[in-house]
């Protein structure tokens, strides 16, 4: 069965380094999402990306966020200058289409972020 | 702002029962919604998504909707240990493509 996945499982760094996240959706979706959740807390929405553009995005996303397709498979999420308060999983998830009922999202394993 | 709400629980259950989830929405407009089950430390998974007022059935669970009262519910019949989980109820965003998601219940079986 087809599932998203992504890279690495868990990534540590430290307060101000930049780190990429990566993600490879399942292959005949064409919308992407990120996904965050800090420990204890619900999940929430950072953005949503369609035909190599952003589709939407959160109050979350701000400037120190950004997302990329770099080719025809790997979907990535970049956190610049990162902060102690951006430690959580993130979570990648596809769709096959979006904007109607009947879609459905799945989610990958998620990258344990740590910022120390 | 659309708000997805969920009794944190726990909710204990023994093996064999019935266990009853329940979600209230703020969204009138609201017409899809989802159920994931997250196990501890891992990521949602799509047990089941209902759209259209009423219940709909797969294997042991079934999803109910009330769009009236604004109340969505899973049941889990002939519960297991492991549907010990945490589970998310969650609507799409006014443009569809986002997920809103509630805090979660946390469902212990026992067996």
């Known amino acids: 069965e087809p599932e998203v996945t992504q890279t690495p499982s868990h990534q540590v760094t430290q307060m101000g380094q930049e780190v990429i996240l990566r993600c490879v959706p399942i292959?005949?979706?064409?919308?992407f999402y990120w996904y965050r959740q800090i420990l204890g807390q619900k999940v929430e929405f950072l953005v949503s990306?369609?035909?190599?553009?952003?589709?939407?995005k959160s109050e979350i996303f701000d400037d120190q966020f950004s997302v990329e397709r770099p080719d025809g498979s790997n979907f990535t999420l970049k956190i610049r200058s990162t902060k102690l308060e951006d430690s959580a999983m993130y979570f990648c998830?596809?769709?096959?289409?979006?904007?109607?009922?009947?879609?459905?999202?799945?989610f990958g394993p998620g990258t344990r972020l740590t910022v120390t | 702002q659309k708000e997805v709400e969920q009794n944190s629980g726990p909710l204990s259950v023994p093996e064999g029962a019935i266990a009853s989830l329940n979600c209230t929405y703020s969204?009138?407009?609201?017409?899809?919604f989802f159920w994931y089950r997250q196990y501890s430390g891992k990521s949602p998974e799509l047990i089941m998504s209902i759209y259209s007022n009423g219940d709909k059935e797969d294997g042991r669970f079934t999803a109910q909707l009330n769009k009236a009262s604004q109340y969505v519910s899973l049941l889990i019949r002939d519960s297991q240990p492991s549907d010990s989980a945490t589970y998310l109820c969650?609507?799409?965003?006014?443009?569809?493509?986002?997920?809103?998601f509630g805090k979660g219940t946390t469902l212990s079986v026992s067996s």
């Open positions: 990306f369609y035909n190599n553009e952003i589709s939407e």
């Open positions: 292959s005949n979706h064409l919308y």
């Open positions: 969204d009138r407009v609201s017409q899809s």
């Open positions: 998830a596809s769709s096959e289409v979006a904007g109607v009922p009947s879609y459905e999202q799945y």
């Open positions: 969650a609507t799409l965003n006014q443009a569809g493509t986002a997920l809103i």
